[in-house]
């Protein structure tokens, strides 16, 4: 499936946004979806991905402050950053994938986007 991220911007620490990614998959309902960042000058990290089934999960760095969501009607998927901090600062990017046997997101090799750009500054 091929994915658009869209939202990123410039914020204060503290501040908001809602990061949205468009699907172009035949059944997206079927799909697990996650959001990863990747941080300047560092490896690509998962950040929460929301199963097929409507149930989130977050690293421990963003409980709390994100929220994973899915609207299947739309075929998009979006991630509602609130408390931002400097640290959030990096490149967003989804993936539509599926769960693994251990109920770990396995990303699709082939559904990266452009990704969307958070910076989070003073």
């Known amino acids: 499936a091929q994915v658009v991220e869209s939202g990123g911007g410039w914020v204060q620490p503290g501040g908001s946004l809602r990061l949205s990614c468009e699907v172009s998959?035949?059944?997206?309902?079927?799909?697990?979806m996650a959001w990863y960042r990747q941080p300047p000058g560092d490896q690509r990290e998962l950040v929460a991905f929301?199963?097929?089934?409507?149930?989130?999960n977050y690293i421990d760095s963003v409980k709390g402050r994100f929220t994973i969501s899915r609207d299947n009607a739309r075929k998009t998927a979006y991630l509602q950053m609130d408390n931002l901090k400097p640290e959030d600062t990096a490149v967003y990017y989804c993936?539509?994938?599926?769960?693994?046997?251990?109920?770990?997101?396995?990303?699709?090799?082939?559904?990266w986007g452009q990704g969307t750009q958070v910076t989070v500054s003073s």
């Open positions: 993936n539509a994938g599926q769960l693994g046997p251990n109920y770990e997101f396995v990303p699709s090799r082939d559904g």
């Open positions: 998959a035949t059944i997206f309902s079927a799909y697990a």
């Open positions: 929301i199963t097929h089934r409507n149930l989130p």
